[in-house]
Structure formats: C-alpha cells, structure tokens
C-alpha cells in the first residue's frame, strides 16, 4: 500500500469517528422561528446569544439545559457538561458533571462555565437575586442570574415586546429569550 493510500486510511480511521461524534441533545431549541428572541443582558458585559451557533447552542430539556452561550467579549459559555437523558439533572459536585438543572416548578439551579468569566450560579435566592425560572405556560424566561466575574446576568425584561415565550406556532419546548 502506498504511504499516501495508508495515510488517509489511517485518518479517516481515526478522525471520522471523532468528527461524528456529537453531544445526545439536539441542535438548539432557542428562538425557533429566528426572530431575535435568544439573548441574555448583563450590565457588566452586554448581550450573551443563547443560540450560539446554532448547532451548539443552549438546548432546554425537560430536566436541565445543555450546550453553549455566545458572548461576544467574554466567548463561550458551557450550560452543560454531559450527555443526559431528558429526564437527568446535573450533580454540579465535579467538574466533569456541571450544569443548569430545570426543577419542576420551571425554576432553574446550578452552574454554567465561561473560561474567561468563570462559574455562572443560578442558584440566586441566598443573594437576594430573582432565580432564573421558565413559565411553562407562556415559555418565558424570567430572572437572573449571577457570576462573580461579571455580575447580574438578567434574563426578563419589563418591556412586554421584548420578554421571553414560546411561539404559538412551535412546541412547548422550543424557548425564546427577549431580544
């Protein structure tokens, strides 16, 4: 075999399973319908796109969220490290197994990662903070969300125009954040 030939069979062997590999959740359920509705505020540092790049970007499951946040002055933010099945929720006792839970009331609780902000605590309500929670109803997110690194990260907004739903055209687990 020709050292060329056995190069690119050895490659392909070794990188197209890497390359195909992919995380068990689903490319992003922010923002369906493309409208604009998928970002985060903080004061301290400005918009963060919860649909990423669109294959990687945050997933809400029944139980946790997964995948990644865009910010553009501080880079990606990690709201789940593992594959879970839907109904799983992170430990957030290693850093191997961290992430934003969902409890059944739609209140969200644990930790996302940025690499140049640090840990991002949705546990808020010893800080005096309003926890992150999604109505089930309406699909809205509402809250907020603190990082030592950056501050209040809000996730609801007083302008009804610009506040977090579910599109009545989609399923109730495609999420819009406010614009």
């Known amino acids: 075999m ?56 945050v997933h809400v499951g029944l139980a946790h969220l997964q995948g990644f946040a865009w910010h553009e002055n501080f880079g990606w933010i990690n709201f789940g490290s593992g594959n879970l099945a839907e109904e799983q929720q992170y430990t957030n006792a290693t850093r191997d197994d961290f992430g934003v839970n969902i409890d059944t009331e739609g209140k969200l609780f644990g930790f996302a990662w940025g690499e140049n902000i640090g840990w991002i605590s949705f546990d808020t309500l ?16 509402t809250g907020h969300a603190w990082s030592e690194n950056v501050g209040w990260i809000s996730f609801d907004t007083v302008d009804p125009l610009h506040v977090a739903h579910t599109l009545s055209d989609t399923a109730a687990n495609d999420w819009n954040l406010f614009e």
Do not use: C, H
Not at 31 to 41: L, N, S, T
Not at 126 to 141: C, E, K, L, N, Q
């Open 126 to 141: 010893a800080a005096s903070g309003a926890r992150v929670s999604i109505v089930s109803a309406t699909g809205r997110f």
């Open 2 to 57: 020709k050292p060329s030939t056995l190069l690119a069979s050895l490659s392909f062997t070794v990188l197209f399973p890497l390359l195909t590999t992919t995380a068990a959740y689903a490319t992003t359920n922010i923002d369906p319908a493309f409208v604009g509705k998928k970002f985060g505020w903080s004061e301290n540092g400005g918009w963060t796109n919860l649909q990423g790049d669109l294959a990687n970007g």
